[in-house]
């Protein structure tokens, strides 16, 4: 290899870093508070009363409106703060976005920014309100019954990036409760009138007490309506759950958290909206027959 193409290489490897490192918006937008961030994007020589200075960029964000007017992702963009770096000091500062849809719900962020070169650096997030994250559906709340405060337990782990705590806490609500999630998934497996050999897999399942025997028995037992992207949740669940915590990496934890957390809301959405079309399908009949019958 000559040193033309070993310099051609070695460019194209620090580029990849460097586009793996995520922009500001996408800081802001999905990590939780307490996390220390390299970022790009993250600041411009900008016009400050006429005067070229660096300051903080302020990208428009898609975030999750809870005002009843727009209840899902809206776009916010930047409202107040300070955002002027000095020549030597970090930058302290709260920032505040509000949303362009309803004009009402703001968020504000509590940031440290180290300024690097070529517009990147690292960012520490000392908090935000409202808090980080996605809404958790109610019906995966509901779920989870009187321990549902232990979901909500590793939910606040995974926010604040601490993998082990969140996963642990995952891991306890969902095999405690087996039988809850066995018992909604075959409600549907009724509903829509699965094979017999099915329903008794799952029925079968619910009376194991070992966790992994019990997921081991339903692999190939599942409705299609609740498959997600093919694949039977509660494998997807049962082997992201077998891990060895202990053996595994905080951010390897984390990221099993995550994976967890998404096929379970997964999982609920699915749950609901087989039920919800069966509901509906049956009124549908049922005004129908009604109507031919008169």
């Known amino acids: 290899m000559d040193k033309e193409t070993a310099d051609n290489d070695d ?28 970022c790009r994007k993250l600041w411009a020589m900008q016009k400050h009363y006429s005067t070229p200075e660096s300051g903080l960029l302020t990208p428009e964000l898609l975030l999750h409106c809870t005002n009843p007017l727009c209840n899902g992702p809206r776009i916010f963009r930047y409202e107040t703060g300070d955002i002027w770096f000095s020549k030597t000091e970090p930058l302290s500062t709260f920032i505040t976005y509000r949303c362009s849809n309803c004009r ?13 070169k070529k517009g990147e650096g690292t960012v520490y997030k000392y908090g935000e309100l409202p808090t980080f994250g996605p809404q958790t559906p109610s019906r995966l709340i509901r779920l989870f019954g009187e321990d549902r405060e232990i979901f909500l337990k590793g939910r606040r782990c995974e926010i604040h990036g601490l993998g082990i705590g969140a996963f642990t806490y995952y891991r306890r609500v969902v095999e405690s409760h087996k039988d809850q999630i066995l018992d909604e998934i075959i409600r549907v497996s009724e509903k829509i009138g699965v094979q017999p050999d099915v329903l008794n897999s799952l029925k079968a399942a619910k009376k194991e007490i070992q966790f992994s025997k019990a997921m081991e028995g339903v692999k190939d ?3 299609q309506a609740l498959l997600v992207n093919g694949h039977n949740p509660l494998t997807l669940l049962h ?5 060895g915590v202990h053996d595994l990496p905080d951010a390897e934890c984390l990221q ?6 998404v096929v379970l809301i997964e999982l609920a959405d699915r749950i609901g909206q087989a039920l919800k079309d069966e509901a509906e399908l049956n009124t549908a009949i049922n005004r129908l027959t009604k109507s031919k019958q008169n």
Do not use: C, M, W
Request: net charge neutral.
């Open 11 to 38: 460019a194209s490897a620090v580029q990849q870093v460097e586009n793996s490192k995520p922009t500001f918006a996408e800081f802001l937008e999905g990590t939780g508070s307490s996390q220390t961030i390299e």
């Open 256 to 261: 099993l958290a995550h994976d967890v957390r």
């Open 221 to 223: 037992a599942i409705p």
């Open 239 to 243: 082997k992201a759950l077998s891990e």
């Open 104 to 116: 009402h719900e703001r968020k504000r962020y509590a940031l440290h920014v180290i300024r690097g």
